[in-house]
Structure formats: structure tokens, C-alpha cells
């Protein structure tokens, strides 16, 4: 009958000390903010170089009067990979004030208590950029005629 309680116990205690599975930051929401911000920077770097093509010049001053395709990759994929980034810490820290807010009444919890519900806004920096540069991708692509 001791054997018995024992295994009861030994199977016991672990599913009492299991808490709720952690939430992911890199979930679907994001990597559909990631995946737009990359796709509209594609877009506005293959649009940019379709102008180029048919007599157009550029007007940023960081990229130059004729810049190539690599310079255009790399200084829009830096910022895109810049604003990804972004959006993965401001959702990390969006996560972990939701996470203060819903243990406000835990005296056991040893973190900071958020007290007023924390609105998620992780994912607007990344809206206003993809808009920026699909506006611009669009823009070029309405000015481009050929030839």
C-alpha cells in the first residue's frame, strides 16, 4: 500500500507544479507583419530599378542619382530587417506587460504589476512602414511608362 502512495505522489507532484504553456512572440501575427514589411521592401527595391531602366532616376540622396540593385537591397534590407527586429522586441515587451497586468492579483508573482490593461501596438511601426514603402513601390510603378 506505501509503494501504491508513493507513485501516486511521484505522478502527482509534477502535474501540480506544471504551469500554462509560454506564449511565443514569433507567432502568426508576426510573421505576418515580418513577411508584409519584406514583401513590400522587395517590392518598392524592384520597382525602383524598373524606373531606373526606362530613363527615371532615383531622388533619395542616400541611394544615389543611379543606384544598383545590391546598394538598393542592402540599404532597404538593413531597414527592414531594422524594423522586423523592432517589432519582435516591442511585442516582446507588449507580452510581458499583458503578462503583469493579468498577475496583478498574485501575491506570489515577484515581477512588475501592470495595473492598467496594456493595449498591444507592437504591430504599427510595421503597418506605417510597409504602407511607406508599398506607397512607394506603387508611386514608382505609376511613373514608370515603357519603352
Known amino acids: 500500500m506505501k509503494k501504491l502512495l508513493c507513485l501516486v505522489l511521484l505522478f502527482a507532484f509534477p502535474l501540480a507544479a506544471q504551469e500554462k504553456p509560454k506564449r511565443r512572440v514569433a507567432d502568426k501575427r508576426?510573421?505576418?507583419v515580418a513577411l508584409t514589411i519584406v514583401a513590400t521592401t522587395v517590392f518598392d527595391v524592384e520597382s525602383t530599378k524598373r524606373g531606373l531602366r526606362n530613363g527615371r532616376f532615383e531622388t533619395n540622396?542616400?541611394?544615389?542619382?543611379?543606384?544598383?540593385?545590391?546598394?538598393?537591397?542592402?540599404i532597404t534590407g538593413i531597414s527592414a530587417g531594422v524594423?522586423?527586429?523592432?517589432?519582435w522586441r516591442w511585442k516582446k515587451q507588449?507580452?510581458?506587460?499583458?503578462?503583469?497586468?493579468?498577475?496583478?492579483?498574485?501575491?506570489?508573482?515577484?515581477?512588475e504589476r501592470v495595473w492598467?490593461?496594456?493595449?498591444?501596438?507592437?504591430h504599427i511601426?510595421?503597418?506605417?512602414?510597409?504602407?511607406?514603402?508599398?506607397?512607394?513601390?506603387?508611386?514608382?510603378?505609376?511613373?514608370?511608362?515603357?519603352k
Not at 125 to 142: K, Q
Open 116 to 122: 492598467e490593461e496594456p493595449r498591444p501596438s507592437w
Open 30 to 32: 508576426f510573421w505576418t
Open 61 to 74: 540622396p542616400i541611394f544615389g542619382r543611379n543606384p544598383s540593385r545590391v546598394r538598393l537591397y542592402t
Open 94 to 111: 507588449d507580452m510581458m506587460a499583458r503578462e503583469g497586468w493579468e498577475r496583478r492579483f498574485d501575491t506570489t508573482y515577484r515581477g
Open 125 to 146: 511601426p510595421g503597418i506605417i512602414y510597409s504602407s511607406i514603402t508599398g506607397g512607394a513601390g506603387t508611386y514608382n510603378l505609376s511613373r514608370t511608362q515603357r
Open 83 to 87: 524594423m522586423v527586429y523592432l517589432s
